[in-house]
């Protein structure tokens, strides 16, 4: 259940679990945490349903926008949580966040990861406007200081917002 990235097949794979096999012999606990190691599962639950049934649950994480870090890209949640290096076969058409300076990351990870944050609650406040249905954000760049650029578009119209708050100046 809400395996919507991996398919059934992957999850069972990923959590040991053999069609056919005793459900007694299953190592839940170990199961769960095989399913957790995939970056893409969030949360996983598995349960034995007697007489000879595992229903295995998963909340998976949503990719909102790829985070630009040194020259390697990630995927990050809506909420902000970086989760894995982008691979082929991920998704790519999400809005990008820039700015995030990899010595930085190295010296004050915690800061960083806000910076990204705040990039994505930009996004997410931006998507609140009528104008994002016209203009779908391609690019948040976090500069220095603390202030943000917001590239909309297809041809890359660049709102310069400065520091937030971002609602009102939207």
Avoid: C
């Avoid at 945490?33 to 998976?60: C, D, F, N």
């Avoid at 982008?86 to 990861?113: I, K, N, Q, W």
């Amino acid at each position: 259940e809400g395996a919507r990235r991996l398919g059934a097949d992957q999850v069972k794979e990923l959590a040991g679990v053999e069609v056919g096999a005793n459900v007694f012999a299953l190592d839940v606990a170990g199961a769960q945490e095989r399913l957790l190691e995939s970056p893409w599962v969030a949360e996983a639950r598995i349960t034995r349903r007697l007489p000879g049934h595992v229903r295995i649950a998963v909340e998976e994480r949503e990719a909102g926008a790829l985070v630009l870090v040194g020259e390697r890209l990630f995927l990050a949640t809506r909420s902000g949580e970086v989760f894995k290096p982008f691979e082929e076969g991920d998704p790519y058409d999400l809005p990008t966040v820039t700015g995030v300076d990899l010595d930085a990351l190295v010296r004050d990870e915690a800061r960083e990861l806000e910076r990204v944050q705040e990039a994505l609650e930009l996004l997410r406040q931006y998507e609140k406007v009528p104008l994002a249905h016209v203009f779908p954000a391609q690019e948040v760049h976090m500069g220095p200081g603390g202030g943000a650029t917001l590239t909309v578009g297809r041809q890359g119209l660049t709102l310069h917002l400065g520091a937030g708050p971002w609602k009102q100046k939207l």
